[in-house]
């Protein structure tokens, strides 16, 4: 993949980062000149100093021959006219943090695939596993989180089956590990002391699951 980040930021430096350590052509674009050179002595990619809104810029970052561009600055302006841009150059895949969330709707006009401020998302997670000490991230992906738990003996869903501690809309069981063996977790399987369940939560019901498995399983 051809990939193009705008901004080096926390965000868009460790994204590029992860591309260029995966084996990607990476092309990074920042205003900040020493940024470009930070990065050129950690990882094997391409740095464009400018501004990403500017033609020439994205020309330099071979804008034509990009399978995707990903904008990660604080100012959605600039993001959603990169993207812009990059949409009449072409590129398949847009993708951009929206800090804003009263912009949304105008980089979904231009057919951007978004995600809202890191910053809120990052507070809102700290806040919830602060309160649910037993459970433990594992990933938050667009739409969603998942997270796994491990089941106390004595917790309350302990002996009942997963149907029976299926009780939030929109939480779904991914897998249970015990011991060494994985169990796809079917409506029938029954939890038991020790079991490490991993689950699927929608944005919108993550404290709703998170609360609820800990209530069962702690």
Not at 23 to 40: F, M, P, Q, T, Y
Not at 173 to 190: E, H, M, N, Q
Request: glycine fraction near 8%; proline fraction near 2%; charge should be negative.
């Amino acid at each position: 993949m051809y990939l193009i980040v705008v901004g080096l930021g926390g965000i868009g430096r460790s994204l590029a980062g992860l591309a260029a350590e995966e084996g990607h052509s990476v092309v990074v674009i920042d205003r900040d000149e020493e940024k470009c050179a930070d990065i050129l002595e950690e990882y094997d990619l391409l740095a464009v100093s400018g501004n990403a809104t500017d033609k020439n810029t994205l020309e330099d970052a071979g804008i034509d021959r990009a399978d995707a561009l990903v904008a990660t600055t604080s100012d959605d302006a600039l993001n959603l006219m990169a993207c812009w841009l990059a949409k009449k150059y072409e590129v398949k895949t847009l993708v951009s943090i929206v800090n804003q969330k009263e912009h949304a709707d105008l980089f979904k006009e231009v057919g951007v695939r978004i995600s809202e401020n890191p910053d809120e998302i990052v507070a809102r997670s700290l806040f919830l596993w602060a309160e649910n000490p037993d459970t433990q991230l594992l990933a938050a992906i667009e739409g969603g989180t998942i997270f796994e738990i491990t089941v106390a003996d004595g917790a309350k869903g302990v002996n009942k089956t997963v149907r029976e501690v299926s009780g939030v809309k929109d939480m779904l069981y991914i897998a249970i590990r015990r011991g060494g063996k994985l169990i796809i977790p079917s409506g029938d399987v029954i939890i038991m002391p020790d079991d490490v369940i991993t689950v699927f939560t929608k944005e919108e019901a993550e404290a709703r699951s998170v609360e609820y498995m800990d209530e069962l399983f702690r």
